[in-house]
C-alpha cells in the first residue's frame, strides 16, 4: 500500500511559477515510478508527466513540454513538479499516481494504482 499526499497547488498569474510536491509513504515507495495528472472542469483527467523509479527515464505532454520539469527525492519520499510559464489553460486539479512498474512512464490513467487526492492549481491571465 502506498500513500500519496500532494502540496504546492495555489493560484498564479500567468507567466508565474509553482512546485508542486507529492509525498509518498508505504513499503517500496521509492521502487514505484510516478506520474502527474490534471484535469480542468468539464474536461476528462489527462497526462502531464511521469517519472521512472531511478528518475532515469521521464515522459511529458507536449503542452507543458519545456515549461515543467519532473524530478524525483528517494530519499525523501517525495517527488515534484517545476510548473514555470504558467498559462491559463494550465488550471485544473492536479494529482500524483504510482505504478508499481520501477521503469514505467505510460500516459494511461488507468495503469497507475495509487492516487493522490489532488491540489488546485489556478492560472489567471
Known amino acids: 500500500q502506498v500513500q500519496l499526499v500532494e502540496s504546492g497547488g495555489g493560484l498564479v498569474q500567468a507567466g508565474g511559477s509553482l512546485r508542486l510536491s507529492c509525498a509518498g509513504s508505504g513499503r517500496s515507495f521509492s521502487t514505484y515510478s510516478m506520474g502527474w495528472f490534471r484535469q480542468a472542469p468539464g474536461k476528462e483527467r489527462e497526462f502531464v508527466a511521469a517519472i521512472t523509479s531511478n528518475s532515469g527515464l521521464t515522459s511529458y505532454a507536449d503542452s507543458i513540454k519545456g515549461r515543467f520539469t519532473i524530478s524525483r527525492d528517494n530519499y525523501a519520499n517525495t517527488y515534484y513538479l517545476q510548473m514555470n510559464s504558467l498559462k491559463a489553460e494550465d488550471t485544473g486539479v492536479y494529482s500524483c499516481?504510482?505504478?508499481?512498474?520501477?521503469?514505467?512512464?505510460?500516459?494511461?490513467?488507468?495503469?497507475?494504482?495509487?492516487w493522490g487526492q489532488g491540489t488546485q492549481v489556478t492560472v489567471s491571465s
Open positions: 499516481a504510482a505504478n508499481p512498474y520501477r521503469y514505467y512512464t505510460g500516459r494511461s490513467p488507468t495503469d497507475y494504482t495509487y
